[in-house]
Protein backbone atom coordinates (compact mmCIF):
# COMPACT_ATOMS: atom_id res chain seq x y z
CA UNK A 1 0.00 0.00 0.00
CA UNK A 2 2.76 2.31 0.90
CA UNK A 3 4.75 1.20 -1.77
CA UNK A 4 1.62 2.32 -4.70
CA UNK A 5 1.17 5.48 -2.72
CA UNK A 6 4.90 6.37 -3.08
CA UNK A 7 4.48 5.06 -6.96
CA UNK A 8 1.57 7.57 -7.72
CA UNK A 9 3.57 10.60 -5.79
CA UNK A 10 6.24 10.15 -7.74
CA UNK A 11 3.63 9.89 -11.16
CA UNK A 12 2.12 13.25 -9.97
CA UNK A 13 5.04 14.96 -9.26
CA UNK A 14 6.67 13.72 -12.48
CA UNK A 15 3.04 14.80 -14.42
CA UNK A 16 3.45 18.08 -12.78
CA UNK A 17 6.90 18.81 -13.46
CA UNK A 18 6.04 17.87 -17.42
CA UNK A 19 3.58 20.42 -17.43
CA UNK A 20 5.04 22.73 -15.94
CA UNK A 21 7.82 22.43 -19.02
CA UNK A 22 5.62 22.58 -21.73
CA UNK A 23 3.81 25.30 -20.12
CA UNK A 24 7.23 27.31 -20.08
CA UNK A 25 7.90 26.30 -23.85
CA UNK A 26 5.02 27.66 -24.34
CA UNK A 27 5.53 31.55 -22.70
CA UNK A 28 8.86 31.30 -24.12
CA UNK A 29 8.20 30.59 -27.71
CA UNK A 30 4.60 33.72 -27.39
CA UNK A 31 7.44 35.69 -25.79
CA UNK A 32 10.32 34.92 -28.28
CA UNK A 33 7.74 35.99 -31.43
CA UNK A 34 8.10 39.76 -29.77
CA UNK A 35 11.31 41.61 -31.09
CA UNK A 36 12.69 45.30 -31.50
CA UNK A 37 13.10 45.50 -35.01
CA UNK A 38 13.85 49.45 -36.50
CA UNK A 39 12.65 50.84 -39.97
CA UNK A 40 14.48 53.51 -41.95
CA UNK A 41 11.51 55.71 -40.81
CA UNK A 42 12.37 55.04 -37.43
CA UNK A 43 15.78 55.46 -37.53
CA UNK A 44 14.98 59.01 -38.68
CA UNK A 45 13.29 59.60 -35.22
CA UNK A 46 15.61 60.50 -32.28
CA UNK A 47 14.96 59.05 -28.86
CA UNK A 48 13.24 55.92 -28.13
CA UNK A 49 10.21 56.14 -30.44
CA UNK A 50 12.54 55.68 -32.79
CA UNK A 51 13.75 52.71 -31.76
CA UNK A 52 10.56 50.85 -31.43
CA UNK A 53 9.29 51.30 -34.80
CA UNK A 54 9.02 48.95 -37.34
CA UNK A 55 6.86 47.73 -40.59
CA UNK A 56 6.52 51.25 -42.18
CA UNK A 57 6.38 50.55 -46.14
CA UNK A 58 7.39 54.38 -46.51
CA UNK A 59 9.98 56.71 -45.91
CA UNK A 60 8.13 59.21 -45.10
CA UNK A 61 4.32 59.64 -44.36
CA UNK A 62 3.16 61.43 -47.16
CA UNK A 63 4.58 59.36 -49.92
CA UNK A 64 0.79 58.04 -51.33
CA UNK A 65 -0.59 56.66 -54.46
CA UNK A 66 -2.83 60.22 -55.10
CA UNK A 67 -2.20 63.67 -53.35
CA UNK A 68 -5.48 64.74 -55.09
CA UNK A 69 -7.41 63.40 -52.01
CA UNK A 70 -6.47 64.10 -48.13
CA UNK A 71 -4.73 61.45 -46.65
CA UNK A 72 -6.58 59.43 -43.69
CA UNK A 73 -4.04 58.49 -40.86
CA UNK A 74 -6.12 55.62 -38.77
CA UNK A 75 -4.44 55.40 -34.78
CA UNK A 76 -5.34 51.99 -33.59
CA UNK A 77 -3.88 51.32 -29.81
CA UNK A 78 -3.80 47.06 -29.69
CA UNK A 79 -2.80 44.74 -27.16
CA UNK A 80 -2.16 40.89 -27.07
CA UNK A 81 -5.39 38.51 -26.19
CA UNK A 82 -6.79 36.19 -27.81
CA UNK A 83 -8.92 37.71 -30.08
CA UNK A 84 -6.26 40.13 -31.42
CA UNK A 85 -5.58 38.71 -34.38
CA UNK A 86 -9.19 38.06 -35.92
CA UNK A 87 -10.39 41.72 -34.36
CA UNK A 88 -6.79 43.12 -36.29
CA UNK A 89 -7.99 40.68 -39.62
CA UNK A 90 -11.80 42.44 -39.56
CA UNK A 91 -10.36 45.38 -39.44
CA UNK A 92 -7.56 45.14 -42.33
CA UNK A 93 -10.14 43.55 -44.34
CA UNK A 94 -11.93 46.94 -44.11
CA UNK A 95 -9.10 49.38 -44.48
CA UNK A 96 -8.01 48.03 -47.34
CA UNK A 97 -10.81 49.08 -49.70
CA UNK A 98 -10.24 52.59 -48.58
CA UNK A 99 -7.90 54.83 -50.88
CA UNK A 100 -5.12 57.40 -49.61
CA UNK A 101 -4.86 55.73 -46.35
CA UNK A 102 -2.16 55.04 -44.01
CA UNK A 103 -2.67 53.26 -40.60
CA UNK A 104 -0.98 53.35 -37.52
CA UNK A 105 -0.99 50.78 -34.95
CA UNK A 106 0.72 51.31 -31.40
CA UNK A 107 1.28 47.30 -29.82
CA UNK A 108 1.08 48.18 -25.98
CA UNK A 109 3.56 46.35 -25.14
CA UNK A 110 7.88 46.96 -24.65
CA UNK A 111 8.33 45.75 -27.84
CA UNK A 112 6.51 44.75 -31.37
CA UNK A 113 4.91 41.30 -31.66
CA UNK A 114 6.56 40.09 -35.14
CA UNK A 115 3.71 37.59 -36.20
CA UNK A 116 1.19 40.70 -35.88
CA UNK A 117 3.61 42.63 -37.72
CA UNK A 118 3.30 39.72 -40.40
CA UNK A 119 -0.29 39.90 -40.90
CA UNK A 120 0.00 43.68 -41.41
CA UNK A 121 3.00 43.45 -44.31
CA UNK A 122 0.03 40.39 -45.53
CA UNK A 123 -2.58 43.13 -46.16
CA UNK A 124 -1.09 45.26 -48.70
CA UNK A 125 -1.72 48.61 -46.48
CA UNK A 126 0.33 51.61 -45.91
CA UNK A 127 0.72 50.85 -42.45
CA UNK A 128 3.33 51.54 -38.98
CA UNK A 129 3.43 49.40 -36.42
CA UNK A 130 5.80 50.08 -33.26
CA UNK A 131 5.71 49.34 -29.93
CA UNK A 132 4.56 51.80 -26.58
CA UNK A 133 3.88 50.30 -23.22
CA UNK A 134 1.82 52.35 -20.63
CA UNK A 135 3.68 54.85 -18.55
CA UNK A 136 3.96 54.33 -14.41
CA UNK A 137 2.90 57.93 -14.28
CA UNK A 138 -0.57 57.25 -16.59
CA UNK A 139 -3.67 56.49 -13.94
CA UNK A 140 -4.61 52.77 -14.36
CA UNK A 141 -8.43 53.48 -15.59
CA UNK A 142 -7.02 55.18 -18.90
CA UNK A 143 -6.28 52.85 -21.50
CA UNK A 144 -5.25 53.92 -24.88
CA UNK A 145 -4.10 57.38 -24.40
CA UNK A 146 -0.01 56.50 -24.06
CA UNK A 147 -0.49 54.67 -27.40
CA UNK A 148 -2.60 57.29 -29.34
CA UNK A 149 -0.09 60.13 -28.19
CA UNK A 150 2.87 58.02 -30.03
CA UNK A 151 0.78 57.72 -32.95
CA UNK A 152 0.62 61.99 -32.66
CA UNK A 153 3.89 62.12 -32.27
CA UNK A 154 4.74 59.91 -35.06
CA UNK A 155 2.95 62.23 -37.23
CA UNK A 156 4.29 65.44 -36.33
CA UNK A 157 7.60 64.00 -36.45
CA UNK A 158 6.95 62.56 -40.42
CA UNK A 159 3.95 64.58 -42.38
CA UNK A 160 4.39 67.75 -44.08
CA UNK A 161 1.56 69.67 -42.30
CA UNK A 162 1.12 72.05 -46.08
CA UNK A 163 -0.12 68.21 -47.59
CA UNK A 164 -3.98 67.86 -46.37
CA UNK A 165 -4.85 64.75 -44.30
CA UNK A 166 -7.17 63.99 -41.36
CA UNK A 167 -6.96 61.95 -38.21
CA UNK A 168 -9.25 59.15 -37.06
CA UNK A 169 -8.85 56.86 -33.29
CA UNK A 170 -10.29 54.11 -34.71
CA UNK A 171 -10.24 50.96 -31.89
CA UNK A 172 -9.83 47.52 -33.29
CA UNK A 173 -13.05 46.19 -31.40
CA UNK A 174 -15.10 48.33 -33.90
CA UNK A 175 -17.32 48.03 -36.88
CA UNK A 176 -16.54 50.33 -39.68
CA UNK A 177 -18.74 51.09 -42.36
CA UNK A 178 -16.63 52.48 -45.69
CA UNK A 179 -19.22 55.08 -46.50
CA UNK A 180 -18.06 57.05 -43.31
CA UNK A 181 -14.32 56.85 -44.14
CA UNK A 182 -14.81 58.96 -47.39
CA UNK A 183 -16.82 61.49 -45.58
CA UNK A 184 -14.46 62.40 -42.81
CA UNK A 185 -12.04 62.57 -45.39
CA UNK A 186 -12.81 66.23 -46.18
CA UNK A 187 -13.10 67.66 -42.46
CA UNK A 188 -11.84 70.95 -42.21
CA UNK A 189 -11.47 70.78 -38.46
CA UNK A 190 -13.73 69.04 -36.42
CA UNK A 191 -16.63 66.23 -37.61
CA UNK A 192 -19.03 63.84 -36.16
CA UNK A 193 -20.97 61.64 -36.42
CA UNK A 194 -23.35 58.83 -34.67
CA UNK A 195 -21.97 55.67 -33.06
CA UNK A 196 -23.79 52.60 -32.58
CA UNK A 197 -23.98 50.79 -29.07
CA UNK A 198 -22.32 52.95 -27.60
CA UNK A 199 -22.34 55.08 -23.59
CA UNK A 200 -25.01 51.96 -22.60
CA UNK A 201 -27.10 53.11 -25.35
CA UNK A 202 -28.49 51.58 -29.01
CA UNK A 203 -26.69 54.92 -30.05
CA UNK A 204 -24.92 58.07 -29.16
CA UNK A 205 -25.19 61.24 -31.40
CA UNK A 206 -24.88 64.75 -31.60
CA UNK A 207 -28.49 66.71 -32.38
CA UNK A 208 -28.66 68.65 -35.19
CA UNK A 209 -30.64 71.80 -36.04
CA UNK A 210 -30.52 73.75 -39.56
CA UNK A 211 -27.23 71.80 -39.80
CA UNK A 212 -25.56 73.07 -36.22
CA UNK A 213 -24.83 70.80 -33.14
CA UNK A 214 -27.05 71.94 -30.79
CA UNK A 215 -26.29 69.22 -28.03
CA UNK A 216 -26.29 65.92 -27.31
CA UNK A 217 -27.80 62.51 -27.20
CA UNK A 218 -25.33 60.47 -25.28
CA UNK A 219 -23.77 59.26 -21.13
CA UNK A 220 -23.20 62.48 -19.05
CA UNK A 221 -24.15 64.57 -22.13
CA UNK A 222 -24.42 66.90 -19.31
CA UNK A 223 -21.12 66.93 -17.66
CA UNK A 224 -18.93 67.00 -20.91
CA UNK A 225 -18.43 69.50 -23.53
CA UNK A 226 -18.19 67.22 -26.14
CA UNK A 227 -19.82 63.60 -25.08
CA UNK A 228 -18.63 61.70 -28.06
CA UNK A 229 -16.79 58.02 -28.28
CA UNK A 230 -13.81 57.60 -29.97
CA UNK A 231 -15.02 56.25 -32.72
CA UNK A 232 -17.47 59.25 -33.43
CA UNK A 233 -15.01 61.99 -34.46
CA UNK A 234 -12.12 62.89 -37.08
CA UNK A 235 -9.95 66.16 -36.90
CA UNK A 236 -8.05 67.22 -39.48
CA UNK A 237 -4.04 67.14 -38.87
CA UNK A 238 -3.08 70.45 -39.27
CA UNK A 239 -4.45 71.16 -35.51
CA UNK A 240 -1.67 69.45 -34.02
CA UNK A 241 0.35 72.17 -34.97
CA UNK A 242 -2.16 75.05 -34.79
CA UNK A 243 -2.60 73.76 -31.51
CA UNK A 244 0.34 72.35 -30.55
CA UNK A 245 0.73 70.17 -27.72
CA UNK A 246 -2.64 68.04 -29.20
CA UNK A 247 -2.44 64.94 -26.71
CA UNK A 248 -4.68 63.05 -25.04
CA UNK A 249 -4.51 63.39 -21.33
CA UNK A 250 -3.23 60.59 -18.78
CA UNK A 251 -4.77 61.73 -15.70
CA UNK A 252 -8.19 62.63 -16.95
CA UNK A 253 -11.42 61.09 -15.12
CA UNK A 254 -13.41 58.13 -16.42
CA UNK A 255 -14.97 58.70 -19.93
CA UNK A 256 -13.41 62.12 -20.27
CA UNK A 257 -10.59 61.62 -22.67
CA UNK A 258 -12.62 62.55 -25.72
CA UNK A 259 -14.07 66.02 -24.92
CA UNK A 260 -10.67 66.72 -22.47
CA UNK A 261 -8.85 66.50 -26.45
CA UNK A 262 -11.62 68.14 -28.17
CA UNK A 263 -11.85 70.95 -25.73
CA UNK A 264 -8.02 72.39 -26.72
CA UNK A 265 -8.74 73.02 -30.44
CA UNK A 266 -12.37 73.56 -31.01
CA UNK A 267 -16.17 75.06 -30.40
CA UNK A 268 -19.19 73.10 -30.58
CA UNK A 269 -20.33 75.53 -33.31
CA UNK A 270 -17.21 74.87 -35.49
CA UNK A 271 -18.55 70.56 -35.44
CA UNK A 272 -19.27 69.94 -38.84
CA UNK A 273 -21.99 66.94 -38.85
CA UNK A 274 -21.59 64.01 -41.21
CA UNK A 275 -23.61 61.07 -41.91
CA UNK A 276 -26.27 63.04 -43.68
CA UNK A 277 -26.51 65.34 -40.66
CA UNK A 278 -26.12 62.38 -38.14
CA UNK A 279 -29.20 60.54 -39.30
CA UNK A 280 -27.18 57.62 -40.22
CA UNK A 281 -25.20 55.29 -38.14
CA UNK A 282 -22.08 54.47 -39.66
CA UNK A 283 -19.52 52.84 -37.16
CA UNK A 284 -20.36 50.82 -34.35
CA UNK A 285 -18.93 50.09 -31.08
CA UNK A 286 -19.07 46.22 -31.05
CA UNK A 287 -16.81 44.16 -28.72
CA UNK A 288 -15.58 40.85 -29.58
CA UNK A 289 -16.91 38.67 -26.64
CA UNK A 290 -14.35 36.82 -24.52
CA UNK A 291 -13.36 33.22 -25.72
CA UNK A 292 -14.35 30.84 -23.09
CA UNK A 293 -11.24 28.79 -23.49
CA UNK A 294 -10.80 25.88 -21.18
CA UNK A 295 -8.13 23.99 -23.80
CA UNK A 296 -4.88 25.95 -24.93
CA UNK A 297 -3.16 24.12 -27.97
CA UNK A 298 -0.27 26.35 -29.20
CA UNK A 299 -0.04 24.24 -32.23
CA UNK A 300 -1.64 27.00 -34.25
CA UNK A 301 -1.36 30.68 -33.66
CA UNK A 302 -5.01 31.88 -33.12
Known amino acids: MIQNIKISTFVIKRSLKMFCI ?3 VAVITWSFSYTKHSSTLGRRLNGALGRRLSGSHLLSLDIADNHDIPIIFIITPTYYRLVQKAELTRMANTLRLV ?7 VEDFEVINLKTQELFQSTGLSFTYFAQTKRNTTKNHIKGADQRNAALDLIMANHNPSIPAVIYFADDDNTYSLEIFEQMRYTKKLSMWPVGLSGGRTYETPIIKDGKVIKFLAWKSETRKFPIDMAGFALNAKVLW ?3 PMRFSTDADSGMLETKLLEKCCAVE ?4 LADNCSKVLVWHTRTQKPQVRIFDNSLEV
Open 270 to 273: EIEP
Open 22 to 24: LTG
Open 242 to 244: TYN
Open 99 to 105: KQLHWII
